[in-house]
């Protein structure tokens, strides 16, 4: 594992109340029940109507911000969804869906990764996720997603958006998906789910969150008590593990998919970012140096180069 992830295990276990996992618990029974249900994934995503603010032209891009109304059962807070289009300028036929990560509110850290894309020319499509950034129902100061409850409906909101902009801009661009660590779980999600081919580069992502939370250094932060003690843990692990993406059949666009992971990540087990690769077939699987925080901010080259591959990919393979 490494240092810096080492580190934030210390930081997530007697850290401030904000990274604590599930802090009020179980939440509505309902929902829990709604983890791992694949139905919702396998229907028509809803049409969307997106209302666009004035184009911003900047030196090397054009930025545009749209919102529109969430497809889903979200609370009242979370109830207007916020994404941020942003193309190199004079255009690109390939844009790309960047999913959020877990803790990644607003589009700076994935803005990042869309500053990479640009000279490769991608452009990026940043969606704020239900109860993060403007969508977060906390104050700063709170997880903002407080129960298991809210997980599920965080993650259901995130891929019906996700597969809905896909839709949406269908014709309009050659389309790809990618995203960090959650984000590349439900990206993984998204792109398996689409209906039609898509370039695929999950990044630093378990094929579920059920690993992640219970193997990886966040497992650290899980508030049992709040959840009725550690003898729950059985409970919780059959919950997130039933989120999976080998759950759901391999899209026939598999092999365009690029996936990379951090030799020393401590926050994903390697054994789960390889069983989504496994379950892939084609897909190509990089590992870099590094640990889960320090792939991020100091190897973004070689994420954006992976999102720019797997459309190079999927436009030579016979299914695109």
Same mark, same amino acid.
């Given at each position: 594992?490494?240092?810096?992830?080492?580190?934030?295990?210390?930081?997530?276990?007697?850290?401030?109340?904000?990274?604590?996992?599930?802090?009020?618990?179980?939440?509505?029974?309902?929902?829990?029940?709604?983890?791992?249900?694949?139905?919702?994934?396998?229907?028509?995503?809803?049409?969307?109507?997106?209302?666009?603010?004035?184009?911003?032209?900047?030196?090397?891009?054009?930025?545009?911000?749209?919102?529109?109304?969430?497809?889903?059962?979200?609370?009242?807070?979370?109830?207007?969804?916020?994404?941020?289009?942003?193309?190199?300028?004079?255009?690109?036929?390939?844009?790309?869906?960047?999913?959020?990560?877990?803790?990644?509110?607003?589009?700076?850290?994935?803005?990042?990764?869309?500053?990479?894309?640009?000279?490769? !020319? #991608?452009? @990026?499509?940043?969606? &704020?996720?239900?109860?993060? *950034?403007? $969508?977060?129902?906390? /104050?700063?100061?709170?997880?903002?997603?407080?129960?298991?409850?809210?997980?599920?409906?965080?993650?259901?909101?995130?891929?019906?958006?996700?597969?809905?902009?896909?839709?949406?801009?269908?014709?309009?661009?050659?389309?790809?998906?990618?995203?960090?660590?959650?984000?590349?779980?439900?990206?993984?999600?998204?792109?398996?789910?689409?209906?039609?081919?898509?370039?695929?580069?999950?990044?630093?992502?378990?094929?579920?969150?059920?690993?992640?939370?219970?193997? !990886? #250094?966040? @497992?650290?932060?899980? &508030?049992?008590?709040?959840? *009725?003690? $550690?003898?729950?843990? /059985?409970?919780?692990?059959?919950?997130?593990?039933?989120?999976?993406?080998?759950?759901?059949?391999?899209?026939?666009?598999?092999?365009?998919?690029?996936?990379?992971?951090?030799?020393?990540?401590?926050?994903?087990?390697?054994?789960?970012?390889?069983?989504?690769?496994?379950?892939?077939?084609?897909?190509?699987?990089?590992?870099?140096?590094?640990?889960?925080?320090?792939?991020?901010?100091?190897?973004?080259?070689?994420?954006?180069?992976?999102?720019?591959?797997?459309?190079?990919?999927?436009?030579?393979?016979?299914?695109?």
């Amino acid at each position: 594992m490494h240092p810096i992830d080492r580190g934030a295990a210390i930081m997530v276990r007697r850290g401030p109340r904000r990274l604590r996992i599930f802090p009020e618990g179980w939440g509505d029974a309902g929902h829990v029940a709604q983890l791992g249900a694949t139905a919702p994934l396998l229907e028509d995503p809803p049409d969307l109507e997106i209302s666009w603010s004035s184009p911003k032209h900047l030196v090397d891009r054009t930025c545009r911000d749209g919102r529109f109304p969430a497809p889903t059962d979200v609370p009242e807070a979370a109830r207007m969804a916020t994404v941020r289009l942003v193309e190199p300028i004079g255009g690109t036929d390939r844009v790309c869906l960047l999913m959020a990560a877990w803790n990644d509110h607003g589009y700076d850290t994935r803005q990042l990764l869309a500053d990479e894309l640009l000279p490769l !020319g #991608v452009g @990026s499509l940043i969606l &704020e996720i239900p109860y993060y *950034g403007s $969508r977060r129902i906390t /104050a700063p100061s709170a997880q903002p997603v407080p129960t298991v409850a809210d997980f599920a409906r965080m993650g259901l909101g995130a891929v019906t958006e996700g597969r809905a902009l896909l839709r949406h801009f269908r014709g309009r661009y050659r389309l790809g998906v990618s995203g960090y660590s959650m984000g590349g779980n439900i990206g993984a999600v998204v792109a398996a789910t689409a209906g039609f081919p898509v370039a695929i580069a999950p990044l630093a992502a378990s094929h579920s969150p059920g690993p992640v939370f219970l193997d !990886g #250094v966040i @497992s650290n932060g899980i &508030e049992w008590d709040a959840l *009725g003690g $550690r003898d729950q843990e /059985a409970r919780l692990r059959s919950a997130l593990s039933s989120v999976s993406v080998l759950r759901l059949p391999a899209p026939p666009w598999s092999a365009s998919a690029v996936m990379v992971i951090g030799r020393s990540d401590g926050f994903i087990p390697p054994t789960a970012a390889k069983a989504l690769h496994e379950h892939w077939p084609g897909s190509e699987f990089r590992v870099v140096g590094g640990g889960h925080a320090t792939v991020l901010w100091r190897r973004r080259s070689a994420l954006a180069a992976a999102v720019a591959d797997s459309f190079t990919r999927i436009e030579g393979s016979p299914t695109a």
